[in-house]
Each structure stands twice: as C-alpha cells, then as structure tokens.
C-alpha cells in the first residue's frame, strides 16, 4: 500500500511515540522501583515488578506477530496501545504488589504489540529501500529510553509521586493514538486466516519457563524453581516440535528457517541480545569499582556506548535507503564491536574514565551499524504474509539472547568477584560507599578484582561478535528494492537460495 509522504511522516511520528512509550517505560521504572516497592511493602519482591513486564513482552511477541499476519498490524496494534494505556492507569493506582505486577503484565503485553507492530506496519507501507531509514527512526527510540529513562523516573518519582511514572503515557499515548488514526490505514491480513492456539499455548507456556529459568538462576533461593522450569523448557520444545508438525500454519513458519538471509540475519540478532545487551546492565558497577568513581560518573560510559549506537542506526538507515545496499555494514559493525569489547577487556584500570568511554562508544557504533538494519533485510526477504511472523522471530531471537547473556554475565561476575575478594569483606554487602571508604590498600584489590573477572567477560562477548562477523559475511549480497511494498519484495540470486 502506498501512503503520501506526509501521511507517512505523521504515521511514522505516531509510531516513534508510542515505540518510545514502550521503550521507556521499561527504563523510567528501575529509578522508582526501591520507592513504589517500599510504599506497597513488597521490598523482598520487587524485581517482580520488573519481572512481570519483560516476560509478558517477551513471550507474547511471536503470537502477535502471527495474529498480525492474520488479522493484520493495525488491528493489533490499536487494541495493544488501548491496552497498555489501561494498564498503565492500573499502576498508577495499584493498592498492593500483586495489583501492580498484574497490571505490568499488561503493560508488558501492550508494550510488545506496539514495539512489533510498528516495525510490521513500516515494512508494510514502505518500499525495501525506504524501511532502513524509517527503522532507524523507530529504532532510536530504545537507547533514547536508556539515556533520558531513569532520569526522568528519578524527577517524576521525586517531584510528582511514583504514580505518575506510568500516568504520563496516558496524555502522550492518547496523542499518539489520535495521529495514529489519522494516518495509519487499513491493513488486510495474509491469506492464510488460519491461527495455531494449540502451538501459541506451547510455545507461550515453553518461553515463559526459559525466561523463569535464566532469571531465577543466579538466586540461591529460588535455584531449585529454576531447574524445574529448565526441566519445564526442555519438556515444552519436545512438545511444541510435535504440536508444530501437525499444525496447518505453525506459529513459527518452517519455510522462514529455510531462507539464508533469514538465517543470517536471526543470528546477528542473537549476537545484539547477547553481545551488547548483556553487558551494558553491568558497565556502571565495574566502572565504580574498577575505576572507582560515584554512580553519577560511572553512568557516562553506558550513555556513550548508547549515544555512538544512536548515531549510528541513524546514519546507517539513511546511507542504505539512498544506495540500497546493506551488507557491509554488518560487516563492519561486528568487527567494530569485537575490538571495542577486546580493547575492554585490556584496558588497565589506572586508565582516564575517557579511554572506557570512548571504547564502549565504539561498542555502541558498531552495534548501531546494523541493530536496525537486519529487520529491513529479514523482512525484504520474507513472503508479505509472513512479514509480523519473521519481525517478531527476529526480535524474540535477540530477546533470548539478552536474557540468557545477562543471566551468564551476572552469574560470572557474581560467582568471581565472591570468590576472589580480600578476606574480610562480604561480596553480599559490598557496595561503591563501601569500597570508596575503605583504606587505599583494599580499594586497590577491589579494583584489581572487578577488572580481572570483568577481563574475560569482555573477552567471551567479543568472541560472540567474531561469530558476528562471520554470520555477516555469510550474509548474501543484495539490494534493497524500491518496489511498491504491495508487490513481494524483489530478492537478489544469492537470496532466493534456502540456507
């Protein structure tokens, strides 16, 4: 369907809007969430509150996608901004923690439907060659969100009360939704109106025990629950294989996992999850205490490493929607990424605060280089009716990826560091005040610590990029078609060769 390049600006602009919301309100809540748990009297269980919005938005993206493809994107996306504005409202008024987390997870689930359905309706009303730069758009507003989240959260939450943290999308998604009816059109679903709710059971069911399970593994409590939903998983993708087999339109389409492009670029969507997000989490810690400065300086690194990102989707989006071609910028980011991440890894930590930040900035610019890129190019390669199915495969691949890394990640960091600290000091109450305030000696340990079991963390995500690298150049060279997004998109020799 082909749209007025004003009506496609202003959907675009609703688009970002409501991606931003989504983004955001994953990042705004970690500033508030000591308080919003402390006023319910649910300290020991607030990670729930986080817990419950990641998996709902988590689980649900491939059962979206392949009831877009059903119903078509405008419809679920309309119900998901209608959701999560409702739900929103519920938090701000949760009485108790179980309210709170009930209605996060359906925050979670409205969430998941704008950040994947504003990516499905792009690719639906734009040519392959205009979808990079309109991703890239949509794309920034994620590590906007990690930038200006916890601050807003901060001032919100000091200033108004931690139930505005979710009041203030109501005014904003309402203005989103009133653009979004204006511009955005209708869109018929696939030909085959066919739904796979024994699959979407399984597959919902599997996904929640895995991400259960990498959540609750670094937590000596709740260890013994982990292993069960491990058990749970292995036993969920035995059944859905069977499920899948006899199911007239899975909910995973078999014939997208035959396509090379496809293949190629799930893995370097993997590599994000696991390659950059896994880290970035656990980049302010060992700044202050390898580096030992306060929480407000150790915050500059993160934010560079995003703001290189930030550059560079941008810059990249616009430099393929003018020539086309996308295959050298994967190339070049992961190798990027890898020697920033190495160049981490050997970084003393008598070095100026610049040298980490201009090395994770480097991090950042070459992830950025093809984050939002890939989507562009898995869906120029998928069938028009698959477009929500394979949008939603590639942003659940990178989802696993980052929680399986930063479970991986927590629990090398905290297994390390217990193990190796000066005698006397206890991993479990050891914070920057503490180490700050200890003699010079010891701060000097502490440091050497955190640097030597950050050292090969660093190193494994850089070797994670080297496979990256490889998946890059096994990327079939192409260009993206300027074909009206009506038409199946137009696909290079190399890309008509399954895997």
């Known amino acids: 369907m082909t749209l007025s390049p004003a009506r496609v600006r202003i959907l675009v602009a609703a688009l970002l809007v409501v991606s931003f919301l989504g983004a955001l309100d994953h990042t705004v809540v970690s500033t508030s969430l000591a308080t919003i748990a402390g006023d319910l009297g649910a300290l020991e269980h607030m990670s729930w509150i986080m817990v419950g919005y990641t998996l709902a938005a988590t689980v649900m993206l491939p059962v979206l996608g392949k009831l877009a493809d059903v119903i078509g994107p405008r419809s679920v996306f309309l119900v998901s901004l209608g959701l999560f504005l409702v739900a929103s409202l519920g938090c701000g008024f949760a009485p108790d923690l179980g309210w709170l987390v009930a209605a996060r997870v359906v925050q979670g689930l409205g969430s998941a439907g704008l950040q994947l359905m504003s990516q499905t309706i792009i690719a639906r009303v734009t040519s392959p060659r205009q979808r990079p730069r309109y991703m890239s758009i949509i794309g920034a507003a994620f590590p906007i969100a990690i930038v200006v989240g916890p601050v807003v959260g901060g001032l919100i939450t000091d200033f108004w009360g931690w139930s505005w943290v979710f009041w203030i999308n109501i005014p904003v998604g309402v203005a989103a939704l009133a653009l979004a009816l204006v511009a955005l059109p209708r869109l018929p679903g696939g030909a085959r109106p066919r739904f796979d709710i024994a699959g979407s059971t399984v597959f919902t069911g599997t996904l929640v025990a895995l991400v259960l ?172 009716s698959d477009l929500g199915a394979v949008t939603a495969t590639t942003n659940l691949v990178r989802q696993i990826g980052s929680a399986v890394g930063t479970a991986i990640v927590g629990g090398i960091v905290g297994f390390g560091v217990a193990a190796n600290l000066p005698i006397g000091l206890d991993a479990d109450t050891l914070t920057p005040a503490v180490a700050r305030a200890a003699a010079e000696s010891v701060r000097d340990e502490i440091a050497a610590v955190y640097h030597d079991v950050f050292a090969p963390v660093f190193l494994g995500l850089a070797v994670v990029y080297v496979g990256g690298i490889v998946l890059a150049l096994l990327l079939p060279a192409g260009r993206l078609s300027d074909e009206a997004p009506a038409s199946a998109p137009a696909r290079s020799a190399a890309d008509r060769q399954p895997a």
Do not use: K
């Open 213 to 384: 399970a990498v959540t609750w593994i670094g937590d000596d409590a709740l260890r013994p629950a982990a292993l069960v939903c491990a058990a749970g998983t292995a036993v969920g993708i035995l059944a859905l294989v069977a499920v899948e087999r006899r199911a007239a339109e899975p909910i995973l389409p078999p014939r997208i996992l035959r396509h090379r492009t496809i293949l190629v670029c799930l893995g370097l969507s993997l590599v994000v999850g696991a390659g950059l997000f896994a880290i970035v989490a656990y980049v302010p810690t060992y700044i202050q205490m390898a580096y030992r400065t306060t929480a407000t300086v150790s915050g500059l690194v993160p934010i560079a490493t995003v703001l290189g990102m930030l550059v560079s989707t941008l810059l990249t989006g616009w430099l393929v929607s003018r020539s086309g071609r996308y295959r050298a910028y994967p190339v070049i980011g992961t190798v990027l990424a890898a020697a920033g991440l190495t160049a981490m890894a050997v970084l003393p930590v008598d070095a100026p605060l610049w040298a980490p930040m201009v090395v994770m900035a480097v991090v950042g610019i070459g992830t950025g280089a093809f984050t939002n890129l890939i989507f562009a190019v898995v869906q120029s390669a998928a069938a028009p």
